[in-house]
């Protein structure tokens, strides 16, 4: 089966920082996509940011400048590095994976069990 374990989210002022970590199981045959999405009360999920196999990144309009996603391979984690939060920044993060679990398999999305990032004084 494919797990994806989140950490990092919690309480922070207006201004601060946080950092987000998703660990991906190691036996996950191919991911081709990893990102972020949150999803804040009475709003729509939305895409955070993203990390494709080679490298490219894609981040919302609201987060440019002050999120960055990256990646270890070797440890088949990925990171949201959060700076400048904001209120409106509170919501709960869903790591995401677009991958296939083994050969046999297509591709298919999977997801995190959330974790919530408050930003408040």
């Known amino acids: 089966q494919v797990q994806l374990v989140e950490s990092g989210g919690g309480l922070v002022q207006p201004g601060g920082s946080l950092r987000l970590s998703c660990a991906v199981s190691?036996?996950?045959?191919?991911?081709?996509?990893m990102g972020w999405h949150r999803q804040a009360p009475g709003k729509q999920r939305e895409l955070v940011a993203s990390i494709i196999r080679g490298g490219s990144t894609n981040y919302a309009d609201s987060v440019k400048g002050r999120f960055t996603i990256s990646r270890d391979n070797a440890k088949n984690t990925v990171y949201l590095q959060m700076n400048s939060l904001k209120p409106e920044d509170t919501a709960v993060y869903y790591c995401?994976?677009?991958?296939?679990?083994?050969?046999?398999?297509?591709?298919?999305?999977?997801w995190g069990q959330g974790t919530q990032v408050t930003v408040s004084s």
């Open positions: 995401n994976v677009w991958g296939r679990k083994d050969y046999a398999s297509g591709f298919y999305d999977y």
């Open positions: 190691k036996s996950m045959f191919s991911i081709n996509r």
